[in-house]
């Protein structure tokens, strides 16, 4: 990784061996910010405060090794990303103003395929992972994750019917608790359609009824004008002197007809006198025909406003027109048919629901016994591990319970409350010595104990749900002496299947790591800078001295650092 202006640090090139890397130095001289490097690789939250004051963004880049063909690579590929000779080249920045950038391969993608990525890369463990430890529903999970298919088949298909089961429970109470509400809704709707059903509008029959209403209330009018217009078109059979349009264009037209073959314009133009005598006949004969057909009758009038008054209490009602009144009454009469059909539902989701119970019991019970099963074999390998971390007498199990619950689901013969992930309350129990009774490792373990039951549940987890990489933050906090000489040996251990790399305070973890960085920091007078070293020979005795005894030119200390760094390579 390379590292600009995050923190204290200024300008820094981390290099990670493939085996067992240990972080060390001063405290305060940076160490967490390799750490929190690394989670920005890997999507996590880019916090503007970390930007190092003065400097526009922190940047950090990283190399990751991934395998041809596997998930990361193809995941990546399928984001546009090209691997670089076998590795996967990634990318972070972080501005002062808190914008984040990623690019991946080469090119830009959204932080959260990063994120996407993470699981399958890196396995990060701190102090807050131990005290996530402490809560029973994450040690479920790691039972869970520890039995694999057993429990992720059963569970997923107990998941999907919970769910279901949630739903449907919904719409039951709904259903019940509301039946006097869709009651009063029921009968509303039989009124209305009730109602309509009476008047029986025809889809647009309101505009029909407006142009008719229209017509006769100005008959007599309507009447006058079309007789006049008929006499100045056709004549006046009252008045033969009377001069009328169809007979001054007919006079029009005789005019032209001697002349027209002389001159073609002529010609058209008398052509179009024909046309305009054509539709003077066509018009005067309508408006003929108009005045004959108007209806006058005031009964029919009357009629008219009768259905239009008809049609206007229902629009008040039920929509702004008839279109809409009729809308409104297909989709009341829907809507009374599922209402009248409630108790039918409540018939039919009853049923499912039963059937939905025990259907879960069924899965509960399977999820009950893969537990078990799973629990006895985690237990066992977990307490192999103690003993190798020095806690050769430590016992690990775990206590699986259900909760009495008459409304619940039935396991093993009972009635138990259920959630999402099962009936299990799954707690992890330590007994740290002989005759000490299990108790829960909440109350059970000291920090140095938790620190080595969280790095034997990892160990444990290495070798059933393998990740490349292992990060450490201080999970030896709490432990020294032998019981970190141990911690080293089973890092070191570790290291040998998959990456291992850990921030440390502890010589005897440092001196067992394959590659030892140091962490340091000068102060100029004016900026803190740090450095990331890779410690060798000479200088690596002299930061495990400084570790151990605080003085790096101790004889004592440099003796003991040499000892131990001969006592890791003789364990290798």
């Known amino acids: 990784m390379r590292i600009r202006s995050l923190g204290v640090i200024d300008d820094a090139v981390v290099e990670l061996s493939p085996g067992f890397t240990a972080v060390t130095g001063e405290t305060g001289a940076g160490k967490t910010m390799v750490v929190t490097s690394l989670g920005l690789l890997l999507g996590g939250r880019a916090d503007p405060a970390l930007v190092r004051i003065g400097a526009a963004s922190a940047v950090v880049e990283g190399r990751v090794s991934v395998a041809p063909g596997a998930a990361v690579a193809r995941r990546a590929e399928e984001a546009g990303a090209e691997l670089d000779d076998g590795a996967l080249l990634i990318s972070r920045t972080v501005s002062a103003e808190g914008r984040s950038r990623a690019h991946l391969g080469g090119r830009s993608v959204p932080v ?36 694999g298919d057993a429990v992720a088949v059963p569970l997923a298909a107990y998941t999907t019917a919970y769910r279901r089961l949630r739903a449907l429970d919904a719409e039951l109470e709904e259903l019940t608790t509301r039946a006097r509400e869709r009651a009063q809704e029921a009968d509303l709707l039989r009124f209305g359609l ?29 009447a006058s004008a079309a007789a006049l217009a008929h006499a100045a078109l056709a004549g006046n059979p009252e008045d033969p002197e009377g001069v009328d349009a169809t007979t001054l264009v007919a006079g029009a037209g005789r005019a032209l007809e001697g002349v027209r073959a002389h001159d073609p314009a002529l010609a058209a133009l008398a052509d179009r006198i024909g046309e305009i005598s054509i539709l003077l006949a066509d018009v005067a004969g309508e408006l003929a025909g108009y005045a004959d057909d108007l209806d006058a009758d005031p009964r029919r009038l009357a009629a008219v406003e009768e259905r239009r008054a008809a049609l206007t209490g229902l629009t008040r009602k039920y929509g702004e027109d008839v279109a809409a009144v009729l809308a409104w009454a297909e989709e009341g009469a829907a809507r009374l048919t599922e209402l009248e059909g409630d108790d039918d539902r409540i018939g039919e989701l009853t049923a499912e629901r039963d059937a939905l119970r025990a259907e879960l019991s069924k899965l509960a019970q399977a999820l009950t016994d893969a537990r078990t099963e799973a629990a006895a074999r985690f237990a066992e390998a977990v307490t192999a ?87 450490f933050d201080e999970v030896d906090a709490g432990v020294g002496g032998k019981a970190a000489v141990e911690i080293g040996r089973r890092l070191a251990k570790l290291a040998k299947t998959a990456q291992v790399v850990v921030v440390t305070h502890l010589p005897q973890v440092a001196a067992f790591a394959d590659r030892q960085l140091l962490v340091e920091k000068t102060n100029d007078g004016s900026v803190t800078r740090s450095g990331v070293t890779v410690l060798e020979g000479e200088d690596r005795v002299r930061e495990l001295s400084r570790m151990l005894a605080g003085q790096e030119d101790s004889e004592t200390a440099r003796a003991h650092a040499e000892e131990l760094l001969a006592t890791a390579r003789a364990d290798l």
């Open 194 to 222: 009730a109602e309509i059903e009476a008047v029986a509008p025809r889809a647009g029959e309101d505009v029909e009824l407006a142009a008719e209403a229209e017509r006769l209330g100005h008959a007599e009018a309507l």
């Open 385 to 471: 591990e103690l003993a190798s971390l020095a806690m050769p007498h430590a016992r690990v199990s775990f206590a699986i319970r259900q909760t009495e619950d008459p409304e619940g689901v039935e396991v093993g013969g009972r009635r138990v409350a259920y959630g999402p992930s099962g009936a299990d309350e799954v707690e992890l129990l330590l007994a740290p010595h002989p005759g000490a009774p299990p108790r829960p490792i909440a109350k059970g373990a000291s920090g140095g104990e938790l620190s080595r039951v969280m790095l034997a549940v990892e160990v444990v987890f290495a070798g059933t749900d393998p990740v490349p990489t292992y990060l």
């Open 112 to 147: 959260g395929l990063l994120a996407e990525l993470a699981d399958e890369l890196v396995a990060v463990h701190g102090q807050t992972d131990q005290q996530g430890l402490l809560k029973p529903a994450r040690q479920r999970a790691a039972l869970d994750r520890y039995a």
